[in-house]
């Protein structure tokens, strides 16, 4: 037997190893298995070019379990190893890689996502020995088994064996007996090892014999050695694309569609990605993109690899070129990924415009569904946004699709407003502003349905990069200002009569507090009174409701207009009925006040020009004295307005009507306006 130290000088490397990378110790098996594959395939080389001459014969690896001596054996019939084998490669160059990895990492163990490079020695995180018992491929070598407690020290002695291959024994120490149990290596087995390119057998078929089950003969295969990325597009069919995407997640509904990547210069990379349906955003999050390499699962946090609007589709990428034992920083910015997401990007991109370019109707039919990506996409992603405007869509409230470029054609003549900006109409909703699009609609107005969760963002986006253009919400202001064009429609009511009306709707608003009643000369067809919400006010409180950082906006109590339309004829009759009733009442308050208000100026002006020490008490009593007369007539004829306005039930019914056409009439008061509204009858 000959016996030997491991060539590092550190005695417990092993603690260490342990210790670091405690929560990742599962992939102890990926690393054993990854290497098994790699020995099998290499002696499938050799034995292709030649080299080996015996048959290959049954190439499967195992992994078995006794829970009895509390071991983990991978065994493969890969091209095994020879003494000095076993040293070079288990001794001294994987023991000084793994000392290298721990040396370079030890700072930041929570930033590595891979762990290749530990390779072989990661067995030891989870035992108090490993042995090694392995045949060379090369004829006349004895087998030899290499056993090591933890310790730098190791043995190593010639065994029996009869095939070529190595049996890698795990002793698990007691803090890893988990592992023991056949679910939890099946699990870890089917995360990373389900798509090796060599069988991997664990355990049997299981077969239904009389009342239960029982092992078959038959190895238990836990991979798919082929998976579609790693096939030629030409052979696929899109059954067999879905067929593995519902493979990779059970659970989910058909994919959209996919894009199958397939480069290899100047880096290598396949992999496939899926467009998924998405019935809520829980799923977005659950079904991540995984990352492989050579068909190794690495990870499925690809953030920084590919670009992150991507990050919410589904699939498989797989490139050996990716760095896989270093930090996320240290992975975003390197050249190399950094290639490869613009890659993905474009690729993308160019895969879209070539679904929307060969069938546009059923790309339509998807935009629904994928806009949200889409969307993503343009208001993150610079060089996106530039592909995709030859394919990104809007959608009008008929449910008609547009480019950018077709329905700016469309909208042009109609809606461009006296200062040539462009305005572009829309909806969020089309039942509850279906008023609005409808009266939009009558003047020939087309409106967009923005009814996306990214859609505001995107209005924001799309105003920075369209030319004198901007987005208006139907109901952020009365039809005729929403575009307003260069003939304005004269009022009807004078400045006099419009402040009475103001007043007289503002009394009626009582406990409606956050209603602002407002005069506008409209059509004479156009509603008495409409409510609207500025554009300006109701994007900054979206965006503060999404996290914009605008927090002002989102603490401040929604503010709408009570639009009262000036032409029309009940509003124009309310004003001449006022002046029945009440206008010798307000004539006359309007007299003082007016009277209060010259007196007031006059000594005003009198006191301007002195000094404050130079006006005295009394003077300053008589100017307050008036301002308080002044407010007071005021009041009083608010007051006569108000008490007339009690009186005439039509302006609370018109004030309902305007809440009803809103839908913002509900509970007793919308039970007040029904009774109310049968009075009237
Ligand atoms: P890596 O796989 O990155 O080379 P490892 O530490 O995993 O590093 O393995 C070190 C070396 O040990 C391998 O390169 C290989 O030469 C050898 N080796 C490990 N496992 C096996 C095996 N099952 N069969 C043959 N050789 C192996
Ligand atoms: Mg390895």
Redo the contacts with the bound molecule.
């Keep these: 037997m000959q016996k030997g130290k491991i060539g590092v000088t550190t005695e417990n490397i092993f603690p260490i190893i342990k210790k670091f990378l405690y929560s990742d110790h599962e992939i102890f098996l990926r690393?054993?298995v990854?290497?098994?594959v790699?020995?099998t395939q290499?002696l499938k080389t050799l034995a292709s070019v030649g080299d080996y001459k015996d048959e290959l014969g049954d190439i499967t690896i195992r992994i078995s379990v006794d829970k009895k001596k509390k071991t983990i054996t991978?065994s493969?019939y890969?091209?095994?190893?020879t003494a000095e084998?076993l040293n070079k490669?288990?001794n001294e160059?994987?023991f000084s890689?793994?000392n290298d990895f721990l040396d370079k990492y030890k700072e930041q163990s929570n930033a590595i996502i891979g762990h290749?490079?530990?390779?072989?020695?990661s067995s030891f995180m989870v035992s108090d020995r490993v042995e090694?018992i392995?045949k060379s491929w090369q004829k006349d070598t004895p087998a030899v088994k290499w056993s090591c407690d933890g310790s730098p020290k190791y043995t190593i002695e010639e065994v029996e064996r009869d095939r070529v291959?190595?049996d890698?024994i795990l002793q698990l120490d007691k803090d890893s007996e988990d592992f023991l149990e056949e679910s939890k290596i099946q699990d870890l087995l089917k995360k990373y090892c389900r798509f090796l390119p060599v069988e991997i057998a664990f355990g049997k078929e299981k077969e239904w014999k009389k009342d239960k089950y029982v092992d078959t003969d038959k190895d238990k295969i836990i991979n798919n050695t082929q998976p579609a990325w790693t096939r030629k597009p030409a052979d696929l069919k899109d059954e067999d694309y879905k067929s593995f995407y519902h493979e990779l997640y059970p659970m989910a509904d058909d994919p959209l569609f996919n894009i199958h990547l397939n480069v290899d210069y100047p880096f290598n990379l396949t992999g496939i990605l899926y467009f998924p349906r998405i019935k809520n955003n829980i799923e977005i999050q659950k079904n991540k993109i995984q990352l492989y390499s050579n068909q190794v699962f690495v990870t499925d946090s690809v953030e920084g690899i590919v670009p992150e609007f991507l990050t919410l589709l589904h699939g498989v990428i797989d490139s050996p070129d990716i760095p896989l034992n270093v930090s996320r920083s240290y992975l975003q910015s390197d050249s190399n990924v950094k290639k490869i997401s613009s890659h993905i990007n474009k690729k993308v991109a160019e895969r879209l415009h070539g679904i929307f370019k060969e069938n546009r109707e059923d790309f339509e039919n998807k935009w629904d569904d994928l806009k949200l990506f889409i969307e993503y996409g343009i208001i993150t992603e610079e060089k996106f946004y530039d592909r995709a405007v030859k394919f990104a869509l809007f959608k009008n409230t008929d449910g008609k699709y547009f480019t950018f470029d077709e329905y700016k054609n469309i909208i042009k003549e109609n809606q461009t407003d006296k200062n040539k900006t462009l305005i572009y109409l829309y909806a969020t909703e089309k039942e509850s502003q279906y008023s609005y699009i409808d009266k939009a609609k009558a003047k020939g107005y087309d409106v967009l349905l923005m009814d996306g969760e990214l859609e505001s963002h995107l209005i924001n986006h799309l105003e920075t990069k369209f030319k004198d253009s901007r987005f208006v919400r139907v109901d952020s202001d009365v039809i005729d200002k929403l575009i307003e064009k260069e003939e304005k429609i004269e009022s009807k009511l004078d400045q006099e009569q419009q402040e009475i009306v103001k007043m007289l709707f503002s009394s009626q608003l009582k406990d409606r507090k956050s209603f602002i009643p407002v005069t506008e000369a409209m059509q004479e067809t156009d509603s008495p009174v409409i409510i609207t919400q500025s554009e300006f006010m109701r994007r900054m409180k979206d965006m503060s409701k999404l996290g914009g950082g605008m927090n002002l906006y989102g603490d401040m109590p929604d503010s709408f207009n009570l639009v009262i339309n000036t032409n029309h004829a009940i509003i124009e009759s309310m004003a001449t009925d006022i002046q029945k009733g009440i206008g010798e009442a307000i004539k006359k308050q309007n007299e003082s006040i007016s009277s209060f208000d010259e007196e007031i100026s006059k000594s005003e002006k009198a006191q301007e020009d002195k000094k404050e020490e130079e006006i005295s008490q009394a003077e300053k009593d008589k100017l307050e004295a008036l301002r308080k007369k002044k407010t007071k007539a005021e009041e009083k004829k608010k007051d006569i307005v108000a008490k007339y306005a009690d009186k005439k039930p039509v302006v609370q019914q018109l004030i309902d009507l305007a809440l009803l056409a809103n839908n913002m009439l509900k509970g007793e008061k919308l039970s007040t306006f029904v009774k109310r509204s049968i009075e009237l009858l």
């Design positions: 690393e054993l990854s290497n098994a790699d020995a290499k991978v493969d890969g091209l095994g190893m084998e490669y288990l160059i994987a890689s793994a290749f490079g530990l390779g072989f020695y090694v392995t291959g190595t890698v």
